[in-house]
């Protein structure tokens, strides 16, 4: 079974950083897209940024130049680095683990407020 946890959430300052942690099991992170999602108060579920299997990486414009995703295949873990965070990042955020059409597993969430 395809899983994904996402940890590191918290609150911090505007122009703080935070970093995202989601651990996949189930299947190798090296042979699916992962990527991050998140949704505000009154928002609909949006994508952050995500890496393919090739490892080619996309970025929502509102976060590019700030965020990093990133993958460690040995820990089967990808990373969303955040810095120079913005009052309006904030969001429960969700990892997401696709492999096409074939399959697509969420995570829990967590949860990223930062304060003015």
């Known amino acids: 079974q395809v899983q994904v946890a996402e940890s590191g959430g918290g609150l911090v300052q505007a122009g703080g950083s935070l970093r995202l942690s989601c651990l996949a099991s189930?299947?190798?992170?090296?042979?699916?897209?992962m990527a991050w999602y998140r949704q505000g108060p009154g928002s609909r579920r949006a994508l952050v940024a995500q890496v393919t299997s090739s490892g080619t990486t996309t970025y929502a414009d509102s976060v590019k130049g700030r965020f990093t995703i990133s993958r460690d295949n040995a820990k089967n873990t990808v990373y969303l680095q955040m810095s120079s965070l913005k009052p309006e990042d904030t969001a429960l955020y969700y990892c997401?683990?696709?492999?096409?059409?074939?399959?697509?597993?969420w995570g829990q969430g967590t949860q990223v407020t930062v304060s003015s």
């Open positions: 189930g299947s190798s992170i090296s042979d699916n897209t």
């Open positions: 997401n683990i696709n492999r096409g059409a074939l399959y697509s597993y």
